[in-house]
């Protein structure tokens, strides 16, 4: 047996809950199992760089959080490219998909919301995607991430009131015609 193969093999078994961390990151189930793939594949070829083994569920939620990180990013220039786009210049849609139009209303929220949790500092993204999108407790984020249980609870205050304080100043509530809740750019943020 090689050596690597116990450190292959402890890569691997943290598969599903990486996949799953992704998929409420990235809100794509085939994205998911492909940045869950890149996420295995940079883990093993960085391990000898994990100063700590017993670190090893931490630092790959960590390796994840940037890869979805800069998907999310891409996202959200390809969106807005396409909102740049002049409306008779868009392709014309396949009349089985939402159209391009439909597609950006759809997603303005999330990624409006993502590009602000996407500025945060690493540990408190970490520390608010675990808990809010994985559904971690405290305690358990705690665990994972090797920090005191102060610490977490102290990371989840100050980036709820940083996204709360960036989203505050950058956008305007309110309902659309429908009657759902929408986010628009303030008018000196456009």
Known sequence: MS?????VDEIEQYRTSVTRYIRYLV????DAEDLAQETLLRAHRQRSTLRDPAALESWLY?????????VLRQRARA?????DTPVDELPIADQARPSPLTIIRQTEM???VQHYVANLSDAYKSALLL????????????????????????????????????????CAFGRDERGVFICEPKPDRK
């Open 3 to 7: 050596t690597c193969s116990p450190a």
């Open 27 to 30: 809100r794509d189930a085939s």
């Open 62 to 70: 960590q390796i994840a959080t940037h890869i979805s990180i800069d």
């Open 79 to 83: 969106v807005q490219r396409q909102v």
């Open 110 to 112: 999330s990624e409006c």
């Open 131 to 170: 808990h809010d999108a994985d559904g971690l407790t405290s305690e358990e984020i705690a665990h994972l991430l090797q920090v005191p249980l102060t610490t977490v609870k102290m990371r989840l205050h100050r980036a709820r009131r940083q996204l709360q304080a960036s989203l505050n100043s950058a």
